[in-house]
Every structure is written in structure tokens, then in C-alpha cells.
């Protein structure tokens, strides 16, 4: 796609951008905030907005914005003109970039960015990945013990993949169940439930709260209903 021209009086321009930053948001690359957290960040870091080092941080820095604003925790600095796909502007080579990314203030330990394996991280994402990465390894190494429910009951032995991921289930404190359409990942999750309520009483814990989570909210609906009607199918003294 060929890089457009947005009118000057066009709300997505931004009034302070020039260099680099000015030319991607003319061309509706960038908004106007991207730009301002770059202008704001790369003044308190002490960068040079003049010069091509300075120009490309800074283009890094609202690369990074607009990369959360799309979901994303973190910019690919080698991708970013692909995934972008905007022909036309004049992109960094991407080592240059990386270089002059590597070597700005900006990136330390205990600064606003973080440059890790090429990637470029806002400090909070940083901070949130790796509590997220150390909470995941910490469940997975964690094993439950006490006495197993009878996994037969809801898993006979023509459910053998399903009651094998029930078993590492009841032992582990993390478990990801993948399968494709009709494996029966529904129906081993509802009875799973079921067997994971009947640990708790067996250890004489608390009832359980059971939460679903899904992306977004018709799949959260979706989610709930589909293994509603599992649990619905289920013997009365399993439900």
C-alpha cells in the first residue's frame, strides 16, 4: 500500500511534528499522540531530535505507541515496515535503527524503553511481561497433591486422550489443553470441572469459583454457554 497524504487540517495531524515523525503522520502512520509521547520521551532522555540516530529513536519511540494501541506489547524493529505496510516513506534500514535504538539513553535498565532480542518495549509492558512470564513458570512448576478423584467416573477408556490431559490436569497447577474442531476440548473441560470440584472436597477445601475467560466478549458468551450445556449433560451428582 502507497503511503497517502492527510490534509493539514485534518484532525490526525499533528501541529508539532516534523523530520520523520512528520513525514509518518502525514501519511496517517502515526497519530498525533504517538508522536507527543516521542517528542515527550526523547526530550526527558536527553536524545537529539536533530540528526538521523535522534530522528530514529524517536520514530522507534511512536513505532512503540502505536504498536500497544494495536494490541501488541512490544515493536519489532526489523518488521515493523512489513507489518506496517506503507511503501513509499522512508523507513530506517533496519540495523541503523536498531543501532541508534540501542545506543540512546533512552534504553537501560532502569529507563523508559527496553531493547530486548530487537524488540522495543514502553517500560510498564516490560514490567508486565515478565510478571506475567514468572507467574506462568511459577504454576507450571507447581504440582498438586492429595487424593485423586476418580477420573473413570467421567472419563471412560474410550476417552483416551481426554482422560490423559484430565490426569496431568488433577496433578498441575497450569495445564493448556490444544486440540482442533470436534477433539472434544469442551466437553473435557466441563468434566474436568467437575473432577477439579470433587478435589476440593476430597481435600476438604472451599467450594470452587470457576472463571472463563475468552478474547472478546461474544466468545466469553460462547464460551460460558458451550460449557454450560456439558455440565448440563453430566450425571446430577457430578454437576
Not at 490423559?164 to 466437553?187: D, F, H, M
Not at 472436597?201 to 454450560?228: C, M
Request: aromatic share 4%; with cysteine; net charge negative.
Amino acid at each position: 500500500m502507497k503511503a497517502t497524504v492527510i490534509d493539514p487540517a485534518d484532525w490526525r495531524r499533528s501541529v508539532s511534528a516534523s523530520g520523520l515523525l512528520g513525514v509518518f503522520n502525514a501519511a496517517g502512520v502515526l497519530e498525533p499522540a504517538d508522536v507527543l509521547v516521542a517528542q515527550r520521551l526523547t526530550a526527558l532522555g536527553c536524545t537529539a531530535p536533530e540528526g538521523d540516530d535522534g530522528e530514529n529513536v524517536a520514530l522507534a519511540v511512536a513505532f512503540a505507541v502505536r504498536a500497544v494501541r494495536g494490541g501488541s506489547v512490544c515493536l519489532d524493529l526489523a518488521r515493523v515496515e512489513e507489518q506496517v505496510g506503507v511503501g513509499g516513506l522512508p523507513w530506517p534500514e533496519p540495523g541503523e535503527w536498531l543501532r541508534a535504538v540501542s545506543n540512546s539513553g533512552l534504553v537501560t535498565d532502569r529507563s523508559v524503553l527496553h531493547l530486548d532480542s530487537g524488540l522495543l518495549y514502553l517500560d510498564r509492558y516490560w514490567i508486565e511481561e515478565r510478571r506475567v512470564a514468572e507467574d506462568v513458570l511459577a504454576l507450571a512448576g507447581t504440582r498438586r497433591s492429595g487424593p485423586p478423584p476418580d477420573v473413570g467416573r467421567l472419563f471412560p477408556d474410550s476417552y483416551t486422550e481426554q482422560r490423559g490431559a484430565a490426569e496431568v490436569a488433577l496433578s498441575r497447577a497450569l495445564t493448556v489443553l490444544t486440540g482442533g474442531p470436534g477433539t472434544g476440548k469442551t466437553t473435557t473441560v466441563a468434566r474436568l470441572l467437575a473432577l477439579l470440584a470433587a478435589q476440593a472436597e476430597l481435600e476438604g477445601r472451599p467450594r470452587l469459583r470457576i472463571a472463563l475467560a475468552a478474547p472478546t466478549g461474544k466468545a466469553a458468551a460462547r464460551l460460558v454457554e458451550a460449557v454450560r450445556e456439558e455440565v448440563d449433560a453430566l450425571d446430577p451428582a457430578d454437576r
